[in-house]
C-alpha cells in the first residue's frame, strides 16, 4: 500500500509510476507524449488504466479553484484517516491524484463513495484538485 491506498486495479500502475527515474533535467514526462509534469515527478508508463487519455495530465490545475473543491474531500481524508482505512491525499503528487480520479471516474478503480464523487467531477476540477493537494501539507 502507497500512501495508504487500497490495492486496485490501478495499484500496479501506480507502483510502476513511482519506480521509475526522473527526466533528466528534474521534469516528468508521459513517455511517447512529450507532457511535462513537473520536477521531481517520476516517469510515467505510456498506458494509463482503461485508455484514459494521457491529455489530462498535461491539464494545469487552479489551485485557487482546487483549495475551494477540497473541502468535500477534506471531510474524509484527514490527517490520520489511513489508520480507518482512508487515505492521506495532503501532499500526494498532483499525477497520482489525477490517475486515481480518473480511474474512479471511468470505474476502473472501485469504491462506491469515490465513484459517485469523481463522476461529478470534470476534468478541470480533477487537475485543480489534483494541483491543490500536491501543494497541500
Same mark, same amino acid.
Given at each position: 500500500? %502507497?500512501? @495508504?491506498? +487500497?490495492?486496485?486495479?490501478?495499484? +500496479?500502475?501506480?507502483?510502476?509510476?513511482?519506480?521509475?527515474? &526522473?527526466?533528466?533535467? @528534474? &521534469?516528468?514526462?508521459?513517455? #511517447?507524449?512529450?507532457? /511535462?509534469?513537473?520536477?521531481?515527478? *517520476?516517469?510515467?508508463? *505510456?498506458?494509463?488504466?482503461? #485508455?484514459?487519455?494521457? @491529455?489530462?495530465? !498535461?491539464?494545469?490545475?487552479?489551485? /485557487?479553484?482546487? /483549495?475551494?473543491?477540497?473541502? !468535500?474531500?477534506?471531510?474524509?481524508?484527514?490527517?490520520?484517516? +489511513?489508520?480507518?482505512?482512508?487515505?492521506?491525499?495532503?501532499?500526494?503528487?498532483?499525477?497520482?491524484?489525477?490517475?486515481?480520479?480518473?480511474?474512479?471516474? /471511468?470505474?476502473?478503480? %472501485?469504491?462506491?463513495?469515490?465513484?459517485?464523487? &469523481? %463522476?461529478?467531477?470534470?476534468?478541470? !476540477?480533477?487537475? =485543480?484538485?489534483? =494541483?491543490?493537494?500536491?501543494?497541500?501539507?
Amino acid at each position: 500500500m %502507497r500512501h @495508504g491506498w +487500497a490495492l486496485t486495479t490501478s495499484a +500496479a500502475l501506480l507502483a510502476a509510476a513511482a519506480a521509475l527515474p &526522473a527526466a533528466a533535467n @528534474g &521534469a516528468a514526462v508521459v513517455a #511517447g507524449a512529450g507532457a /511535462e509534469i513537473g520536477a521531481g515527478q *517520476p516517469e510515467l508508463p *505510456p498506458e494509463l488504466p482503461g #485508455g484514459i487519455d494521457p @491529455g489530462v495530465l !498535461e491539464i494545469a490545475g487552479d489551485t /485557487e479553484y482546487g /483549495e475551494y473543491l477540497a473541502s !468535500e474531500c477534506a471531510s474524509c481524508h484527514r490527517a490520520g484517516g +489511513a489508520e480507518q482505512g482512508i487515505p492521506q491525499i495532503h501532499g500526494l503528487p498532483r499525477h497520482e491524484l489525477v490517475i486515481a480520479l480518473h480511474s474512479y471516474r /471511468e470505474g476502473l478503480r %472501485r469504491h462506491p463513495g469515490m465513484e459517485m464523487i &469523481a %463522476r461529478r467531477l470534470g476534468d478541470q !476540477e480533477i487537475a =485543480a484538485l489534483a =494541483a491543490w493537494f500536491a501543494q497541500a501539507d
